[in-house]
């Protein structure tokens, strides 16, 4: 079958190759010239050089039936062509409208595009960043220099981390890097890479990670990297003196024989979000704080970078927070094979 329905279509009006107007019969009851598909429907195909057969006419019918629109992709001998199928809803007749037109690019397409070009230059840029990271840090110094050299260094090392961001956004984890690993070792390791930033606004960090816990399935690099995500979220949006709270259990039905699964959850006493941002913030470049004068710092890349990771380990992130009452960003992990028995 040479036709597949598609979704989530950006659609424009340009590359229209031909219109015809049918009833729920499938019969063309108008058409451009009101002469050139005058033979019947499936000639408005075979003259494109489309296939219709029987699979294609049951779509079509179907599509009709249900009274909706539909995008339809098919294949040419030349190229993949979009079939619009619109209903005519102030039609007393109860017609419809097919557009034969130049196949659009769907909005998944697009976010993919969007994503390989970033990391295709942020991969290139990197190599010159490290060259002059690393000439900065031969340099000796005179003590008038010292605070501009430190000024460029802090400057480079920030566009690094953003460009490793960029870079790890189209690296999903390969099983292979999936190891049975415990949640207070990562959650440990996390904690001392991030420990100065978090000392340096006076926030201190509390862990509440459950007895027991089973461990889960998951690449080390990739999890640290997820709670430095978070946490330096959480740190960033929180005032200083600030408290953060890291904990940790497992979730499953009372004496399932699931093998459940370790929800982690980071919670501030900062900022909050809006109700009406809570779904966007995970989305690529979104930010809360949009305006001109903003307060905060960052390009909308960390959120998207942890949501990215945790569906790379079959798990589900989501936040829970009130403006002006914090955050509590929480997220679930797989447990490692066999678990239930030592949870029983």
Known sequence: MSWLESDRRVHSDEGIYGAVVINENLEITHAEGDKLFAGGIETFFTYFGLEYGKEEEELLRRIIQQKREAVVEVLSSKETLNLIVLPLESDAENRWLLLLKRRDVTLNELEEIKHNILANISHELL???????????????????????????????RLEKL?????????????????????????????????????????????????????????????VHLLLLLLNNAIKFSPEGGVITISAGWIAEERSLSRGKVQICIEDRGIGVPPEEQERIFDLFYQIDRGPSRRYGGVGLGLFLARSIVTGHGGRIWVESAPGEGSRFCFTLPTSPGIEKRRL
């Open 127 to 157: 190599t010159p960043i490290t060259i002059a990271k690393a000439s900065l840090e031969i340099i000796d110094p005179t003590p008038e220099e010292e605070e501009i050299l430190s000024t460029a260094m802090n400057a480079i090392v």
């Open 163 to 223: 460009l490793r961001d960029l870079v790890r956004m189209r690296q999903a984890p390969e099983e292979s890097t999936k190891k049975p690993l415990r949640v207070d070792d990562v959650v440990r390791q996390a904690l001392g890479i991030l420990h100065k930033t978090a000392d340096g606004r006076g926030i201190q960090i509390k862990t509440r990670i459950e007895d027991n816990l089973p461990e889960i399935i998951g690449d080390r690099d990739a999890l």
